[in-house]
Nanobody, 118 residues
């Protein structure tokens, strides 16, 4: 059975930092394209950052220069380092893993709340 478990969310003041983790079990995360999404109340879900199997990364314009996605293959975990956080970063953050090799395999985590507020 496949599980993606996010952790690391919480309450932080503007300008602060958090590191989110997405730990996979039942799959090898490095074989998947892993994305971090966020969903805020009343706002369309946004793709925040992507890391491909070859390590290529892509970021939303809204987080470029502040967020970094990375992967620790030994821990089967993808991280999202978030610096210089702003109130508009407040959302539930989800990780998603997709692999397409003839068939599409897609998995979601349960989400972790990030709240940026003074």
């Amino acid at each position: 059975q496949v599980h993606l478990v996010e952790s690391g969310g919480g309450l932080v003041q503007p300008g602060g930092s958090l590191r989110l983790s997405c730990t996979a079990s039942g799959i090898t995360a490095s074989a998947y394209v892993v994305k971090w999404y966020r969903q805020a109340l009343g706002i369309q879900r946004e793709t925040v950052a992507t890391i491909s199997g070859d390590g290529t990364t892509v970021y939303a314009d809204s987080v470029k220069g502040r967020f970094t996605i990375s992967r620790d293959n030994a821990k089967n975990t993808v991280f999202l380092q978030m610096n210089s956080l702003k109130p508009e970063d407040t959302a539930v953050y989800f990780c998603n893993a997709v692999r397409e090799t003839g068939f599409r395999f897609e998995y979601w985590g349960q989400g972790t709340q990030v709240t940026v507020s003074s």
